[in-house]
């Protein structure tokens, strides 16, 4: 079955930087939209970042100039890169993956790994 694994979470001063990464398996990758969403309690799922199986990208505007999503085919992973962040950027962050790059109306996840927590204090 699809298996999503995320590392990569922790404690982050304010302004600091942070990589997450997913590892996909039982899954034909290079085929497969992957993103990332975070939630906070309370509150739904947000899409931060997306990664069309052909490289098109897509972030949410709150992250804008802050993140850069990328994969490796090849390791069948997908990264989430953030910088300058901020105690906002304090949430739980999920690896997808599913039909991610069209409108968010038609967005649909198939899978999500089980989540790594960002925690952005000083």
């Known amino acids: 079955q699809v298996q999503l694994v995320e590392s990569g979470g922790g404690l982050v001063q304010p302004g600091g930087s942070l990589r997450l990464s997913c590892a996909a398996s039982?899954?034909?990758?290079?085929?497969?939209?992957m993103g990332w969403y975070r939630q906070v309690p309370g509150k739904q799922r947000d899409l931060v970042a997306a990664?069309?199986?052909?490289?098109?990208?897509n972030y949410a505007d709150s992250v804008k100039g802050r993140a850069t999503i990328s994969r490796d085919n090849a390791k069948n992973t997908v990264d989430l890169q953030m910088s300058s962040l901020k105690p906002e950027d304090t949430a739980v962050y999920y690896c997808?993956?599913?039909?991610?790059?069209?409108?968010?109306?038609?967005?649909?996840?198939?899978?999500w790994g089980q989540g790594t927590q960002v925690t952005v204090s000083s």
């Open positions: 990664i069309a199986s052909g490289g098109n990208t």
């Open positions: 039982g899954m034909i990758f290079r085929f497969a939209d």
């Open positions: 997808a993956v599913g039909r991610l790059n069209t409108s968010p109306s038609l967005r649909r996840v198939d899978y």
